[in-house]
C-alpha cells in the first residue's frame, strides 16, 4: 500500500524554525517527484513546494521563496521541509503529495498532514 | 498567477439530488485540471485528472468536463459519503487550487 506519513509539526514562535518530514513506503519512492501542499485553518490549498526525484531540482511558491528549503533522502525514503523564518500565515496543516505519473503527473497520494502553527 | 475561482461556494442539496460544480480559469489551462475531494479531518483524494478522466477506483456518478477557461464537475446522484469540499487545481501554468465548494446536506 502506498503511503505518506508527515511529522514534525507543532508550535513555534513567530522568527523561529521547524523541520518537516514525510516518510514514504509502497513504492519506488526515488523515481517520483513530490509536493508539499499547506492548508490554513478552514481555507483552502496552497502549493508551497516541489522536488525532483533525484532532489537536484526544486521550486516553490513565492509565498515561502527564500524561507523554505525541501530536500530528500531518497536511502531513507523520506522528504523533509525546512521551514525558516516563520510567520503567523505560515500556520497550516501541511500535507506531502506524490506526482504520480499513473495519472498524468497530478497530486496522488496526499499524507495525513501534520499542523505547524506559529504563534507566541 | 493563474486564478481559479469556484461556484458555488457551498451547495446545499438532498442524497440522490444531482450535483454541479463548477471552476473558472482566469485564463486557459487547456485540460490542465484536475479534480479533489477532501472530507473533514481528512487529506484531499484525487477524484478526476486532465479535466475528465476518472481515477480508478472514483465511482462513476463523478465526471468532469470543460477545457479551456470553464470546467464542471458533476455528481450524478449524491451518496451520503459524497458531502465534503471539492477543490479544483491547475497545472498549466505552475501550481494554483480554486477556492472549493462545499457540498452540504441540505
Known amino acids: 500500500e502506498v503511503q505518506l506519513v508527515e511529522s514534525g509539526g507543532g508550535l513555534v514562535q513567530p522568527g523561529g524554525s521547524l523541520r518537516l518530514s514525510c516518510a514514504a513506503s509502497?513504492?519506488?519512492?526515488?523515481?517520483?517527484?513530490m509536493h508539499w501542499v499547506r492548508q490554513a485553518p478552514g481555507k483552502g490549498l496552497e502549493w508551497v513546494s516541489r522536488?525532483?526525484?533525484?532532489?537536484?531540482?526544486?521550486s516553490y511558491a513565492d509565498s515561502v521563496k527564500g524561507r523554505f528549503t525541501f530536500s530528500r533522502d531518497n536511502a531513507k525514503n523520506t522528504l523533509y521541509l525546512q521551514m525558516n523564518s516563520l510567520r503567523a500565515e505560515d500556520t497550516a496543516v501541511y500535507y506531502c503529495?506524490?506526482?504520480?505519473?499513473?495519472?498524468?503527473?497530478?497530486?496522488?497520494?496526499w499524507g495525513q498532514g501534520t499542523l505547524v502553527t506559529v504563534s507566541s | 498567477e493563474i486564478v481559479l475561482t469556484q461556484s458555488p461556494a457551498t451547495l446545499s442539496l438532498s442524497p440522490g439530488e444531482r450535483a454541479t460544480l463548477s471552476c473558472r480559469a482566469s485564463?486557459?489551462?487547456?485540460?490542465?485540471l484536475a479534480w479533489y475531494q477532501q472530507k473533514p479531518g481528512q487529506a484531499p483524494r484525487l477524484l478526476i485528472y486532465d479535466a475528465s478522466n476518472r481515477v480508478t477506483g472514483i465511482p462513476a456518478r463523478f465526471s468532469g468536463s470543460g477545457s479551456g477557461t470553464d470546467f464542471t464537475l458533476t455528481i450524478s446522484s449524491l451518496e451520503p459519503e459524497d458531502f465534503a469540499v471539492y477543490y479544483c487545481q491547475q497545472r498549466y501554468n505552475w501550481l494554483t487550487f480554486g477556492g472549493g465548494t462545499k457540498v452540504e446536506i441540505k
Open positions: 509502497g513504492f519506488t519512492f526515488s523515481s517520483y517527484w
Open positions: 503529495a506524490r506526482q504520480n505519473w499513473n495519472y498524468n503527473n497530478w497530486f496522488d497520494p
Open positions: 485564463q486557459s489551462v487547456t485540460n490542465y
Open positions: 522536488i525532483n526525484s533525484d532532489g537536484s531540482d526544486t
